[in-house]
């Protein structure tokens, strides 16, 4: 399986915004549809955003709005914008796709709270 590697998660305030950033090393990257997910504390890991390999994107209906998922296939690498985080959005939040892209790093923590 390919290693897959988020960041930018972090402590933010209601309203706030974050970025995540999502990377991997292997350049059949651009082939492959890819998604966000999060986990909250006694919750089950849920879909936040997919986006295909040729760029569109769809959304849970519980962040169209506010969450924007992009990729730079060039980078290797998937985004997703978050705007307007509310505290109901504090989760660990992975990346994941289909076939070799199957895998569950580490996740970055977002946390909103005041």
């Known amino acids: 399986q390919v290693q897959l590697v988020e960041s930018g998660g972090g402590l933010v305030q209601p309203g706030g915004s974050l970025r995540l950033s999502c990377t991997t090393s292997?350049?059949?990257?651009?082939?492959?549809?890819m998604g966000w997910y999060r986990q909250a504390p006694g919750k089950q890991r849920e879909l936040v955003a997919t986006?295909?390999?040729?760029?569109?994107?769809n959304y849970a209906d519980s962040v169209k709005g506010r969450f924007t998922i992009s990729r730079d296939n060039a980078k290797k690498t998937v985004y997703l914008q978050m705007n307007s985080l509310k505290p109901e959005d504090t989760a660990v939040y992975y990346c994941?796709?289909?076939?070799?892209?199957?895998?569950w790093g580490q996740g970055t923590q977002v946390t909103v709270s005041s």
């Open positions: 292997r350049t059949i990257f651009s082939l492959y549809m």
């Open positions: 994941n796709g289909p076939g070799p892209f199957n895998s």
């Open positions: 986006i295909t390999s040729g760029g569109s994107p």
